[in-house]
């Protein structure tokens, strides 16, 4: 974890550890049972597809983000006040400064992209400038840098790409046991075990990302709280977040969706499965960590 002023969260860094170490190891045994379909001689080919498609969700992370989300990059003297309020938390918080974008849409909705903190950008879409006043919007603005500090945007981009690459490499291993099968009957149990194989990937993939992806939403709700002693502030900023986004279109919300799983709230509610899928946890359950900071932080000391 980065060392900054934000407070360190040794559950996160954990979980973080483990779905690297989890996802990297599904990903080594996916790229084996893939080789073995298809025959050694395809071992360079897998091999370089498999690197290829990790180092292009590290290296396009923020890229990929900001298009899905119809953002830009803005300069200070474009939106000097959003410039003005990352220059102090980053000072106050002591980390770099990451870049600052804008997306032009009607969903109020912010979030951290980038492969390291060199690299980061903190965006906000025209919809939340005008939902929230300079208190919330600051608070939020900390919750985003947290997630740049701790360095879980990037844990999130990277172990994104073993489900990506479970499906490519399914293709390819049906593509591979398919030419096979002209000369041997028995191709057809390969690609059977290749896509059962492919889809326990995705699917493990996905439970711990949306596990990761709760937690890590409650671990900035409270290192933002924590920075800016103002969690009342985050907690109204969610509200009204949550509140102003359930009048916008679902046309909107589809088209915002895309980076919802970066987003500070997810576009669209819901989940299934008692929200087992749910890419954020419950808004009454962050409220509430955020009442129990607030009580905290006005408790007398001495």
């Known amino acids: 974890m980065a060392q900054t002023r934000f407070i360190k969260d040794s559950g996160l860094t954990a979980r973080m550890t483990l779905t690297m170490f989890l996802l990297g190891a599904l990903f080594v045994a996916l790229v084996v049972a893939v080789i073995s379909f298809v025959g050694a001689e395809a071992a360079p080919i897998v091999a370089v597809i498999a690197i290829g498609i990790a180092f292009w969700q590290w290296w396009s992370s923020d890229k990929v983000a900001m298009r899905a989300m119809r953002a830009r990059e803005v300069t200070p003297e474009e939106a000097p006040e959003l410039h003005g309020m990352i220059d102090r938390l980053c000072a106050l918080a002591d980390m770099p400064k990451p870049r600052v974008g804008i997306a032009d849409m009607a969903v109020p909705n912010a979030f ?64 591979g046991a398919m030419g ?7 191709a057809l149990p390969a690609v059977l ?21 709760r937690y890590r939403e409650l671990s900035a709700d409270r290192a933002g709280a ?12 969610l509200q009204k977040i949550s509140g102003a986004g359930a009048a916008i279109p679902e046309r909107d919300l589809r ?28 808004l009454q359950q962050r409220l509430e960590q955020l009442a129990r900071i607030q009580a905290e932080l006005s408790r007398p000391t001495g």
């Open 255 to 282: 088209a915002a969706n895309a980076a919802s799983a970066l987003c500070i709230v997810p576009a669209l509610s819901g989940g299934g499965l008692g929200g087992l899928l749910a890419t954020h946890p419950p």
């Open 180 to 186: 096979r099968s002209r000369n041997n009957n028995g």
């Open 112 to 175: 951290a992209t980038g492969r390291s903190p060199d690299r980061s950008v903190v965006c906000v879409t025209t919809g939340i400038l005008h939902v929230l006043d300079a208190e919330e919007l600051e608070a939020v603005l900390a919750h985003e840098l947290s997630h740049v500090a701790h360095r879980d945007v990037l844990v999130m981009t990277v172990a994104s790409s073993a489900g990506i690459a479970a499906g490519l490499l399914m293709r390819f291993a049906q593509f």
């Open 226 to 237: 924590y920075l800016t002693f103002k969690p009342a502030s985050l907690a109204s900023a």
């Open 193 to 213: 075990v290749a896509i059962v194989v492919s889809l326990v990937v995705y699917a493990v993939s996905f439970l711990l990302l949306r596990l990761l992806s």
